[in-house]
C-alpha cells in the first residue's frame, strides 16, 4: 500500500524521519518496501505568476504570455490554454527542466515567436487529470519556489500482511504510528446535514444471501453535479497510486484509502424502482462491468441487482449500465460487508482482482459500513453539491462490542521468553486500543482455534484482553503473546537456548519410502515429481484397474473423482487416482526431446471423494520404455519387456525384506495388452520387511501388491507416444503411507556346502512360468534356499504349442552335507509335482 506521509499526518502526528518511520514500521511487521520521493521528476519547475495574456499575432489558438517567477527578468511564453488570466500564479517549466516520463523542456519558437518555458497543466505534472488547462495555483502560493518543495510528498511502500486487513489504510497505519510514538489517532470528522425525505421512501434493499453480505447500508444524495476533484484531492489518490474519475468516484476511492472500506456508488436513475437485491447469479445472467467487458455469471457468484438484473458483483467491480456519468444528479451509495471467502473465490473465478476486492477478501470491520456510507456522503455534498437524505437504509443496524480473549501474563512470558510483569504487557496492548481487565476465576482460556477450539481452564493470574472490532487476527491466547511481542519489539526479545528437553529418539515415518527410492535409483531408474492435478483425457484414456487386495496400513484406491471448481487450465482440473497417466505425460515429454530410453518412477498419491469425504491413498509407479539393452558387436539393442518390468519390482521387494514375488497372469486386457500383464503379490519375509506406523504385522501378511503391464496400443496412441513397448506398474507398499523397516537379522554363515540343479521343464504355452516355479518351490521342501527361472525356449523339437522354462535351485542343509541320493530325491519329487500341477515333464 502507497502511503503519502502528508496524507497520513492528517489522522496522527509524525516527527519522525521517514527512513526512521520505516525502521519502526517493519519492526512493528509493517515492513516498508521502498521510500519514494513523489515530484522529484519536477526539477527546475517552479510558481510563478501571469503578468499579462495576449493573443499570438499569427495564430488564433496561442497566447503570449509574460511571467515572472520572483527574481530575475520577465518570461515569454507562448501557451495554448484558455483557462489562463493576468494575476494566476501557475507552474512554470524553465528551459532545461525534466518533467515526468523524461520529457525535456527548452527554448522553442512557435510560430515565429520565442517561448522561454513552458506553463504546466496537472496532467503533465501528473498531479491532477486535467490536461485541458493549466494547472491553477492558490493565489498566495510565493513565487519563484521549486514545485517539488510545495506538491511533493515522501511515499512508503507498505507491505501488508494478509491477516492484517485493518491496516490496509491511512487510519489503520496511523494506529501503528501511535503504538510507536503514542500520538493520539485522528478520526476524519463526518459532518451531515440531512434533508428530507426519508432515504427509506426512495431506496430499498433486499438480501437473500446472509450468509454471504451480513451488513448492507444504503445512503442517497441527490442533487450533485459531477465534475473533477478537488486538485489536493486528486493529488492525493495520484500519490496513492489511484487515478482521478471525477468527484463522486474519487470520493468512494478516496474513503477506501482513508479509512480501508470500499464503497460503490450507483447512478440512482439505472437503479429500477430504487430496489437493490443481494443475491446469487440466475444462470445465464449476463453483466457488462465497469472495464466494458461482458461477463456470463456463474450461479456462485453474489452479486448487487435491482428488480431488471444485475448491476454489479459483490465487492469486486460495478456494473457500466450503472456507473456514475457526468449527467448523474442522484447517487445511491452502497456500503456492505460481504463474505471474504465468497469474494476471493469471484475475482479468481473472473480473473478480476481491484483494490477493493483486496480489503474484502481480509475480511472488514462491521462498523465500518456504517462510517463509510456516512463518510462518502459527506464528502459527495462537499465536493459536487447537493444533499443527503435523511437516514440511512442498513440491513442490520446492531454493530459487535470488543471480543473477550482471555490469556495467562505467565503463559506469555513463557512463550516469548521475556520477563515482563503483566502490568507492563497490558500498557503494550493499550498502545494498540486493546483494554484490559482481570478475569473472574475460572475463565475458560482459548489456546487453539478452528471450528472446535481446544479451551483450557485458568490457572493462577487470567487478564481478560478486549480486542476491537477491527482486530480480526487476535482470537486466541498466542494471538495477545505475539501482539505483545510485536508492540514490545521483536528486536527486544532475549535470545535464549530452549530449556525444554528434547524427545528421544524416533525412527523415521519415512524409511519404507526412502528404501523404494534408493533401490529404485540403484536400479537406473530416475524419480520424477509430477502433479497431481491432471487432465481428465487421463482418467478416461487409461482407466487403471482398482481392484485387488492392498496391504496392511494402506488404503483401497475407489471413490468418485475430485474435479476443481475454477481450474487455472483444463490440463490441471482433476485430482489424479493414479500416477501411470503423469509418467506418461513425462514419457511423451521425453520422447518429444528425443529420448531414446525412459526408466522412471514416483512415489505419490491418488484422491478421491467417497460419501461426501476427500480420500487419498500413497502408490509406487514405474515406467519403461525405449531400449533395455543397448546394442552392442555382437547383438542388436533389445526393447524393453515385462520380464524387465518384473525384475524391478523384485528389486524392490528384496530390498524390503519381503517374501518371494508371485506374478499372476490378467486377461482383462485394455488398458493393458493382451498377454503382457500380471498383478503382483508379495508378503512380509521371514527376517526383516516394513512395519506399518500403528500397526503389528506378521511374516506371511500381505506387504506388495499391483498391476505390472504392458499397455494397450490404444493408450500409447492417446498419448501420441513413439516407443513400440511401455512398460508401467502402480503398486501399492505396505508402510509406503508411513513406516519403518525391521531390522534385518543376520544368520550365521553355512558350514556345509550347497548344492544347485538346474531343471528344463517343457509345458504348454498357456503355463505360466511363475505356475512352473511355484510349482517346483512347495515340492523341493525345507531344504530348497532359493530358486529362480533363467530361460524360456520356443522352437524345435518341440512342437508348437509347447515352450521350456529352465529354473535353477539351490539346497541346502545347515546340520549336513546333502548326499545324491537326497538331492536325486528331491528332484524327483520336483519332476513328479510339475507333472502333476502343471502337466510338464523334463526335458532331456
Known amino acids: 500500500m502507497r502511503v503519502p506521509l502528508s496524507w497520513l499526518r492528517e489522522y496522527v502526528e509524525v516527527d519522525l524521519a521517514p527512513e526512521v518511520l520505516a525502521e519502526r514500521l517493519t519492526l512493528l511487521g509493517m515492513e516498508v518496501k521502498s521510500i519514494e520521493r513523489w515530484g522529484a521528476e519536477w526539477r527546475s519547475v517552479v510558481v510563478g505568476e501571469l503578468l499579462t495574456v495576449e493573443k499570438h499575432p499569427r495564430a488564433d489558438r496561442l497566447s503570449l504570455t509574460t511571467v515572472t517567477i520572483g527574481s530575475g527578468e520577465a518570461l515569454h511564453i507562448v501557451c495554448g490554454a484558455t483557462n489562463i488570466a493576468p494575476g494566476q500564479r501557475v507552474p512554470v517549466a524553465l528551459p532545461g527542466a525534466v518533467l515526468p516520463g523524461d520529457r525535456r523542456i527548452e527554448r522553442t519558437e512557435k510560430m515565429g515567436v520565442a517561448s522561454e518555458g513552458m506553463l504546466c497543466s496537472g496532467d503533465e505534472l501528473e498531479l491532477t487529470t486535467d490536461a485541458d488547462g493549466i494547472l491553477i495555483l492558490p ?10 518543495d510545495l506538491y511533493g510528498d515522501i511515499v512508503l511502500d507498505v507491505d501488508v500482511k494478509p491477516n492484517r486487513g485493518d491496516a490496509l489504510s491511512l487510519v489503520g497505519l496511523a494506529r501503528e504510528v501511535s503504538a510507536v510514538t503514542g500520538a493520539p489517532v485522528r478520526h476524519p470528522a463526518i459532518e451531515l446535514a440531512e434533508i428530507e425525505p426519508y432515504v427509506g421512501e426512495r431506496l430499498r434493499v433486499r438480501v437473500e444471501e446472509p450468509a454471504l453480505c451480513s451488513r448492507f447500508v444504503g445512503r442517497w444524495v441527490t442533487g450533485v453535479a459531477i465534475g473533477p476533484s478537488p486538485d489536493v484531492v486528486q493529488m492525493r489518490l495520484r500519490a496513492a497510486g489511484m487515478r482521478p474519475v471525477s468527484n463522486v468516484v474519487d470520493a468512494s476511492n478516496y474513503v477506501m484509502l482513508e479509512i480501508g472500506k470500499p464503497t460503490h456508488a450507483f447512478d440512482a436513475r439505472a437503479v429500477h424502482e430504487g430496489t437493490i437485491v443481494v443475491r446469487r447469479a440466475r444462470p445465464g445472467e449476463v453483466l457488462e462491468t465497469l472495464d466494458h467487458v461482458e461477463r456470463t455469471l456463474d450461479p456462485d457468484t453474489l452479486i448487487i441487482a435491482d428488480p431488471a438484473g444485475p448491476i454489479g ?39 478480476l482482482r481491484s483494490e477493493a476486492s483486496l480489503r474484502f477478501e481480509k475480511g472488514q470491520d462491521v462498523p465500518t459500513a456504517r462510517v463509510g456510507a456516512d463518510r462518502v456522503a459527506s464528502l459527495i455534498v462537499s465536493w459536487s453539491g447537493g444533499s443527503v437524505l435523511r437516514g440511512r437504509v442498513d440491513t442490520d443496524p446492531h454493530e459487535p462490542f470488543p471480543s473477550p480473549v482471555a490469556f495467562r501474563p505467565a503463559r506469555v512470558e513463557r512463550l516469548l521468553g521475556t520477563s515482563r510483569t503483566s502490568q507492563e504487557q497490558r500498557a503494550l496492548l493499550a498502545r494498540v486500543g486493546i483494554e484490559t481487565d482481570v478475569a473472574p476465576p475460572g475463565t475458560p482460556i482459548v489456546v487453539a482455534g478452528g471450528p472446535d477450539p481446544l479451551v483450557v481452564g485458568s490457572a493462577g493470574e487470567t487478564l481478560i484482553a478486549r480486542v476491537p472490532t477491527w482486530r480480526r487476527d487476535i482470537v486466541i491466547e498466542a494471538d495477545v503473546a505475539e501482539e505483545i511481542a510485536r508492540v514490545g519489539g521483536y528486536e527486544t526479545v532475549p535470545t535464549r537456548t530452549p530449556e525444554t528437553l528434547m524427545p528421544a529418539y524416533r525412527p523415521s515415518p519415512l524409511q519404507v519410502r526412502d528404501a523404494v527410492r534408493e533401490a529404485l535409483v540403484g536400479a537406473g531408474l530416475t524419480e520424477v515429481v509430477t ?10 484414456d487409461l482407466p487403471w484397474p482398482e481392484d485387488g487386495s ?43 526431446h528425443g ?35 543397448p546394442p552392442s558387436w555382437n547383438r542388436p539393442g533389445r526393447p524393453v519387456d515385462l520380464d524387465d518390468a518384473k525384475a524391478v519390482v523384485e528389486v524392490v521387494a528384496e530390498r524390503l525384506g519381503l517374501g518371494p514375488v508371485s506374478f499372476r497372469p490378467d486377461r482383462r486386457g485394455a488398458p493393458f495388452h493382451p498377454g503382457r500383464a500380471a498383478s503382483v503379490h508379495a508378503a512380509i519375509g521371514e527376517t526383516g520387511g516394513p512395519r506399518p506406523t500403528g500397526l503389528v504385522v506378521v511374516p506371511g501378511d500381505l506387504a506388495l501388491s499391483g498391476h505390472v503391464a504392458e499397455l494397450h496400443p490404444s493408450v500409447a496412441e492417446a498419448w501420441e507416444l513413439r516407443s513400440p513397448r511401455v512398460l ?20 550365521s554363515l553355512p558350514r556345509f556346502q550347497a548344492v544347485d540343479r538346474d531343471l528344463a521343464v517343457v509345458v504348454d504355452e498357456d503355463v505360466p512360468a511363475a505356475a512352473v516355479v511355484e510349482a517346483a518351490r512347495r515340492a523341493a521342501g525345507d531344504l530348497l534356499r532359493t530358486i529362480r527361472l533363467f530361460d524360456v525356449y520356443r522352437g524345435a523339437p518341440l512342437a508348437a504349442h509347447e515352450k521350456s522354462v529352465a529354473i535353477r535351485f539351490v539346497l541346502q542343509a545347515a546340520d549336513r552335507t546333502l548326499t ?18 502343471v502337466g510338464g515333464r523334463i526335458r532331456s
Open 595 to 629: 529420448a531414446e530410453r525412459v526408466a522412471i518412477f514416483e512415489v505419490g498419491k491418488g484422491y478421491a471423494s467417497e460419501a461426501g469425504r476427500a480420500r487419498e491413498w500413497w502408490r509406487l509407479a514405474f515406467l519403461l520404455a525405449g531400449k533395455a539393452e
Open 313 to 351: 458483483i459483490a465487492g469486486v467491480m460495478g456494473g457500466a449500465a450503472s456507473e456514475v456519468a457526468d449527467d448523474t444528479t442522484d447517487v445511491i451509495v452502497e456500503s456492505a460487508i460481504f463474505d471474504p471467502v465468497s469474494i476471493r473465490r469471484t475475482g479468481q473465478r473472473y480473473s
Open 139 to 148: 493565489p498566495g502560493t510565493p513565487l519563484g519556489v521549486d514545485l517539488s
Open 550 to 592: 492392498v496391504p496392511a496400513g494402506e488404503d483401497a484406491a475407489g471413490g468418485t473423482s475430485v474435479t476443481v471448481r475454477n481450474p487455472l487450465a483444463l490440463q490441471h482440473s482433476v485430482l489424479r487416482r493414479h500416477l501411470p497417466g503423469s509418467l506418461l505425460d513425462v514419457l511423451a515429454t521425453n520422447e518429444r
Open 531 to 540: 502433479h497431481a492435478l491432471v487432465s481428465p483425457r487421463s482418467l478416461v
Open 728 to 747: 508401467v506398474a502402480e503398486i501399492a507398499i505396505s508402510g509406503l503411507a508411513g513406516g519403518t523397516l525391521a531390522a534385518p537379522r543376520a544368520r
Open 820 to 837: 545324491d541320493g537326497e538331492v536325486d530325491g528331491i528332484v524327483a519329487a520336483i519332476a513328479d509335482a510339475l507333472a502333476d500341477d
